[in-house]
């Protein structure tokens, strides 16, 4: 009986890369479910893309993630999009079609509201306070209101992008939504019940950098969620916690999103706990 020696390749394209920790949960899946299978980082510099997504179909992969820079310059070479990611303008993850066309999806926001269902906390009826306007925002906001939140407000420090997301929002969800500029010190507003920090204000290496809101404005019992996962225990949930805040780390929103995507690309179920345990050996040395 001759032996298959040709591992199946999925992977992640951008720039930096460096610190991505994905495959390390990806490959902890594959090895546990017996699939050989590999997840390979590449460093994809800016203007690089199209030659990148050459190689993907000439390696025959079976799918890539895309980080920063290319979630939206990738919409040229996909042939379908899912409803999500059509609004959200940006893509991060890709499925290789055994007929040769990509499907374009976007993990981001679906893996954040999966963190709060696995925590038995429900966006239905809620009002969200969202801080930032980046990619990962983006796709937090339109989820949180596919899911069922009834406001969505979006604080940036940029009034077009923080507009813009809004006005997505509003237009293509149930939602209401509105801008807030981000001008000194945010005062969270009154009766927000979920605060999303969608920045990367506190990743690695400026571990001990805070996004500049007023913590006294968050009320006890707030759920505050962090989208940075290294440190897990970021100050901005330390000082949520403090005032008596429902803290959500990163880790969670990065497994799911992890999950989804060996999903999408392998068709079979994410062993969640196995990757779960990998990204914590990772970041909280356990």
Same mark, same amino acid.
């Given at each position: 009986?001759?032996?298959?020696? =040709? ?106 509201? #999966? ?47 923080? =507009? ?22 945010? =005062? ?97 040395? #356990?």
């Amino acid at each position: 009986m001759s032996k298959n020696y =040709r591992a199946e390749l999925v992977g992640v394209l951008g720039d930096p890369v460096e610190g991505n920790p994905t495959g390390a949960m990806e490959e902890a899946g594959f090895a546990h479910a017996g699939l050989n299978w590999r997840y390979i980082t590449v460093k994809v510099a800016p203007g690089a893309l199209d030659d990148a997504m050459a190689g993907v179909k000439a390696f025959n992969m079976r799918g890539v993630n895309l980080t920063m820079p290319h979630k939206i310059d990738v919409l040229k070479h996909i042939d379908e999009l899912s409803d999500a990611a059509r609004v959200i303008g940006a893509v991060n993850t890709v499925v290789c079609r055994p007929d040769g066309t990509l499907f374009g999806e976007n993990t981001d926001g679906k893996g954040f509201v #999966q963190s709060l269902t696995d925590r038995d906390i429900s966006l239905e009826g809620k009002a969200v306070t969202l801080l930032g306007a980046g990619g990962a925002a983006r796709s937090i906001g339109v989820e949180c209101a596919m899911a069922g939140a009834r406001r969505v407000t979006v604080v940036n420090r940029s009034e077009a992008r923080g =507009r813009a997301l809004a006005d997505t929002i509003s237009a293509h969800t149930k939602a209401d939504a509105e801008y807030l500029p981000w001008q000194g010190t945010v =005062r969270v507003p009154e009766g927000t019940d979920i605060l999303i920090n969608a920045t990367c204000v506190g990743l690695f290496p400026d571990v001990d950098a805070c996004p500049d809101i007023d913590f006294d404005t968050v009320a006890p019992g707030t759920v505050v969620c962090d989208v940075v996962f290294n440190p897990v225990d970021t100050p901005f949930l330390k000082n949520a916690a403090a005032r008596g805040a429902i803290c959500v780390d990163g880790l969670g929103m990065l497994v799911n999103q992890g999950c989804i995507n060996y999903t999408l690309w392998t068709g079979e179920k994410a062993p969640k706990e196995v990757m779960y345990e990998a990204l914590k050996r990772e970041f909280v040395g #356990q």
